[in-house]
């Protein structure tokens, strides 16, 4: 199994779109990267946990499932970082490979040192594009099909028989 960390805020910071958006509603901006992630894991198979510092919002630690992706607020005076290396170290074995999404120099040189390969978020960036243009072609060749029909049917009475079913005639 493939486990990817994400340094949450990290990568937020670092992609010009979720930048701006944090700029003007950084609960806006971590909502986008979550959504973002869950599509990661849907198309990759990858388990996602994203990690958040907890100086960025007032509590306690919280840990809940957001589109199917583990989203976990460190405790107060607990940093990402120091999350993710902890997570890295417990959920590393021979069946698992962790991957941590970051840029943070530091962070990297500490997840090397766990086992864990690294992503920069340039890298992640790359990947999410790539993955959203397969969709996209998946959509649109899923979209150009219709379904087989034995009875023949003007285009008409097709688009009379889509309404009803759709329940919009």
């Given at each position: 199994m493939d486990i990817l960390l994400v340094d949450g805020y990290n990568i937020i910071g670092?992609?010009?779109?979720?930048?701006?958006?944090r700029n003007r509603d950084l609960s806006a901006a971590r909502d986008s990267l979550i959504q973002k992630m869950a599509e990661y894991q849907a198309f990759s198979g990858f388990r996602v946990i994203v990690v958040f510092d907890a100086h960025?919002?007032?509590?306690?630690?919280?840990?809940?499932?957001?589109?199917?992706?583990?989203?976990?607020?460190?405790?107060?005076?607990?940093?990402?970082?120091?999350?993710?290396?902890?997570?890295?170290?417990?959920l590393n074995n021979i069946k698992t490979q962790i991957h941590v999404a970051t840029s943070d120099a530091t962070e990297q040189w500490a997840?090397?040192?766990?086992?864990?390969?690294?992503?920069?978020?340039?890298?992640?960036?790359?990947?999410v594009e790539h993955i959203d243009k397969e969709i996209e072609k998946k959509?649109?060749?899923?979209?150009g099909k219709k379904p087989a029909s034995k009875i023949q049917l003007?285009?008409?009475m097709a688009e009379i028989f889509e309404k009803w079913r759709r329940g919009s005639f």
């Open positions: 670092a992609w010009p779109q979720l930048r701006s958006l960025f919002v007032q509590g306690t630690e919280k840990k809940y499932k957001d589109y199917k992706v583990e989203v976990i607020f460190t405790r107060e005076n607990e940093s990402a970082d120091e999350r993710i290396e902890k997570l890295a170290i417990e997840i090397f040192g766990q086992g864990a390969l690294r992503i920069s978020a340039r890298e992640l960036f790359n990947e959509i649109v060749k899923t979209s003007s285009s008409e």
